[in-house]
């Protein structure tokens, strides 16, 4: 029985990575050995988008009100990309990383599957 997901950031800067999810997210963890961090996400789905060529994996957070969500990572220092657009499924903007990467950040406006 599945009883979990386990997403995997491939980061330039794993270091800078980890720092900004424990220290800017506020993402709780647990040191699995040797500085490697393993965070806790909040419930999570899946969802599968058609694709003309190979697939591809993004990962976006969720949230109830973006505006909310977004005045209190300014708060902790975190500066989004972008303003937010109206995706007619979503309110969407994204989070840069240290290194470079980015984590989509949302409030769905779509049907979300039960936790």
Not at 14 to 37: S, T, Y
Not at 95 to 109: A, T, V
């Amino acid at each position: 029985m599945i009883t979990g997901a386990h997403a995997i950031l491939f980061s330039t800067d794993a270091e800078q990575d980890r720092a900004f999810l424990r220290d800017k997210l506020g993402l709780a963890g647990v040191d699995a050995g040797g500085g490697w961090l393993i965070f806790a996400l909040p419930p999570a789905e899946v969802a599968v988008h058609p694709a003309e060529t190979g697939g591809a994996c993004e990962l976006y957070l969720m949230c109830d009100d973006v505006n909310a969500t977004i005045a209190e990572l300014r708060g902790r220092g975190v500066e989004l990309r972008g303003e937010v657009q109206d995706m007619g499924w979503g309110l969407l903007t994204s989070i840069p990383l240290p290194s470079g990467g980015q984590l989509g950040l949302y409030e769905p406006r779509h049907p979300t599957a039960p936790h």
